[in-house]
């Protein structure tokens, strides 16, 4: 190397110390703090138009009121009409079969298009079972739970 390249990088070197010597220390490099991504919650999911007509599963379903009923036990055809007094969720009332005895509704439910109903008679215990095909018609069994038997049935609301 020449002597002029040499003093060259000696005054470089000599002048670039000098300038660090006069300079305030470094500070450290915080590191950068990620950024909060703003998240967008999912958006709720329209509810499906309503149907062009009421339908039977969305009705609201109630026994309350007088009913007329129909059933064919062991070959012989029945009928009589029972009626239910009570809130929508718990009912109470009277059936009768003209001829053969008169029974107290002891207890009935309905859950979703499905009741349930427990009468007791001077002939013993009867549960019927069954669900609404619409809001004025019912279908099931009755069981007769002394005798172990059981028949179809239906009622119509009067």
């Known amino acids: 190397m020449s002597s002029l390249m040499t003093d060259v990088l000696r005054t470089a070197v000599l002048a670039g110390l000098a300038a660090c010597a006069s300079a305030p220390p470094p500070q450290p490099v915080a590191p950068a703090r990620p950024q909060a991504q703003m998240i967008t919650p ?7 138009a309503p149907a062009a007509g009421p339908t039977a599963a969305a009705a609201q379903f109630s026994l309350r009121g ?5 059933a064919i036990y062991r070959g012989q055809p029945l009928s009589g009409s029972v009626t239910f007094r009570g809130d929508g969720s ?9 001829g053969i005895a008169d029974a107290l509704v002891r207890s009935a439910s309905v859950q979703g298009a499905n009741f349930e109903i ?3 008679s001077s002939r013993g215990s009867l549960l019927a079972r ?4 619409d809001r004025s018609t019912i279908v099931g069994r009755i069981s007769l739970l002394q005798v172990g038997d059981s028949a179809a049935f239906s ?4």
């Open 42 to 48: 999912p958006q709720p999911v329209p509810p499906p």
């Open 66 to 70: 007088d009913w007329d009923w129909r």
């Open 90 to 98: 718990t009912y109470g009332g009277s059936a009768s079969l003209p």
């Open 118 to 120: 427990a009468l007791e």
């Open 130 to 133: 069954g669900r609404f095909e």
């Open 155 to 158: 009622a119509r609301r009067r």
